[in-house]
């Protein structure tokens, strides 16, 4: 199968909603070597997100579940924590097969620092997301790893415009990272906020299609720290309140 038949097929996969067989596709056409095109950056990078995307949901729905069981002492909490933990599973699966692509064929290759901060923000959201599902040593080494790869996505990210979408996307992540991971509201609200205020007076200058997307993050960006702030000024958050950050 050419590489025009993979990526083909992979557009289909995602119309049909198979994201399993969209991602395997993606990292064959990435296993053959020739550079990609931002389209099949994004093509990569939605096939996995929602291959990993339904077993956060599920992750989440299954920790819903187990506080109640656990409250009322059911005799179900044993089975109910090792269906988690084949989620858990899973969820690590898709983290490694995500970062061994990025770290092999991808990071390292990449053309310009637009496309390798993109492939080293989604290596951090890989392991954040890995990092929601885990706690111990585990919880540890992920939040580390995505830590990393966060800094040196920002790093990288400096010579892009302030109002460049992968930029904006990078901050709104690695500020929820901050917030819910390393649980630094300070740090969170900073980033948010310079990221924010860095590209408000350069966003009249984008084309319609490019004013779009960077004014949607920054939008995102402004939830997250009205929310947050609203958080740091309560004494005590409600019993059950459960936490809405929104990410790229």
């Known amino acids: 199968m050419s590489r025009e038949d993979k990526i083909y097929i992979a557009k289909l996969a995602g119309q049909a909603e ?3 067989d969209m991602g ?8 053959m070597g020739q550079e990609l095109t931002n389209d099949d950056r994004n093509l990569l990078s939605v096939a996995y997100k929602n291959w990993i995307g339904s077993r956060r949901t599920a992750w989440r729905a299954i920790s819903a579940v187990e506080q109640k069981e656990e409250a009322k002492g059911s005799k179900f909490l044993e089975l109910l924590r090792a269906y988690k933990r084949k989620i ?14 990025l770290d092999k ?27 929601e599902c885990v706690t111990g040593e585990k919880n540890k080494k992920a939040g580390e790893l995505a830590h990393e790869a966060y800094k040196k996505a920002t790093e990288k990210a400096a010579t892009l415009p302030t109002t ?14 901050l917030y819910e991971i ?3 509201p300070e740090q969170a609200c900073k980033l948010a906020k310079t990221t924010f205020d860095a ?7 984008l084309e ?5 997307e960077s004014a949607s993050i920054m939008q995102l960006l402004r939830d997250n720290l009205t929310l947050w702030t609203a958080d740091a000024q309560e004494e005590e958050a409600p019993a059950g309140k459960e936490k809405a950050d929104v990410e790229d």
């Open 18 to 20: 198979r994201y399993d």
């Open 24 to 31: 395997s596709h993606m990292k064959e056409v990435v296993g």
């Open 88 to 101: 858990e599973d899973e969820v690590e699966k898709i983290t490694k097969d995500v970062a061994d692509l």
């Open 105 to 131: 064929s991808l990071i390292s290759k990449a053309k310009d620092n637009e496309a390798e901060v993109f492939y080293l923000k989604m290596k951090a959201d890989y392991y954040r997301y890995f990092a």
């Open 164 to 177: 460049h979408a992968v930029r904006l996307g990078l901050a709104l992540n690695y500020s929820v990272f």
């Open 182 to 184: 390393i649980n630094s």
């Open 199 to 205: 590209a408000i007076g350069d966003l009249e200058h």
């Open 208 to 212: 319609d299609e490019q004013y779009k």
